[in-house]
C-alpha cells in the first residue's frame, strides 16, 4: 500500500527506462537518474523518493514490455505503467481486476470514493494490516488510485470506466507472460483455453 504519492510516472519511467539501458542495471540507472536530476526536483529527498517508486515499478516488466514503453505508442507507453503499477501493488491489482473489470462487464461504469472504501474494507477483513490504516492514509491512497486510473485512461475525469483498447502487439505480451492481466485493463478480450 505504499503508492501514496504521485501517479502513474509515464514520463518518468520512459525517461528510466532509457537510461536503464544505457546503465544496463537498475540501480546504475537510479544512480544516473538523480545525478543528472532528469526530474528537475530541488530537493533531493524527492528525487530518490520518486526514482525508487519508478524503478520499483519497472523492474516488474519484461524486457520486451520496456521496449514497448521506449517505443510504443503514447496509448501503449499509459497500458504498460498501468500494468506495472498493478504487478507492483496487489491491492492495484486486485481493485482493477476484481472491482473495474467486473463492473465494465455487468454495465456499470461509473466507480465512486464509496466505492473504493467499501472494497478496502472488504479487504482488510482477509489483511489485518488494512484495518490499521489512518482515516488520513486510506484517503490518499483512494485519491491517487483515482488519479493513476485516470492517467491510463481507465476512468475518465467523471470517474466513468473506459474500455480498454489495448494494441495486438501488447495484448500479445500480457498474454504470454499471464493472459488472466487482460482483467487489469476493463472491457479487454478474455483468451479462452
Known amino acids: 500500500m505504499a503508492f501514496s504519492t504521485g501517479g502513474l510516472f509515464v514520463n518518468e519511467c520512459i525517461a528510466i ?7 544496463g542495471s537498475w540501480n ?19 528525487a530518490v523518493r520518486t526514482t525508487r517508486e519508478v524503478v520499483k515499478r519497472l523492474q516488474k516488466l ?33 481493485f482493477a481486476a476484481e472491482l473495474l473489470f467486473e463492473r465494465y462487464l455487468s ?8 466505492d473504493f472504501d467499501v472494497f478496502l474494507d472488504r479487504k482488510a477483513e482477509w489483511h489485518p494490516e488494512l484495518e490499521k490504516l489512518t482515516s488520513s492514509t486510506s484517503k ?21 470506466i473506459l474500455a480498454a483498447s489495448l494494441t495486438l502487439r501488447l495484448e500479445k505480451l500480457i498474454i504470454e507472460i499471464d493472459p488472466t492481466e487482460l482483467r487489469l485493463f476493463p472491457g479487454a478480450r478474455l483468451q479462452t483455453a
Open 107 to 114: 454495465g456499470r461504469l461509473v466507480i465512486s470514493y464509496d
Open 140 to 160: 490518499k491512497l483512494r485519491q491517487v488510485l483515482f488519479r493513476m486510473m485516470r492517467e491510463a485512461r481507465v476512468t475518465t475525469a467523471e470517474d466513468h
Open 62 to 94: 519484461s524486457l520486451p514490455e520496456l521496449e514497448l514503453l521506449i517505443d510504443g505508442g503514447r496509448q501503449e507507453q499509459t497500458a504498460v505503467c498501468w500494468l506495472a503499477v498493478c504487478r507492483t501493488y496487489r491491492f492495484i491489482r486486485e
Open 17 to 23: 527506462t532509457t537510461i536503464f539501458q544505457e546503465a
Open 28 to 46: 546504475g540507472a537510479a544512480d544516473l537518474a538523480r545525478a543528472r536530476n532528469i526530474f528537475g526536483f530541488r530537493k533531493e529527498a524527492s
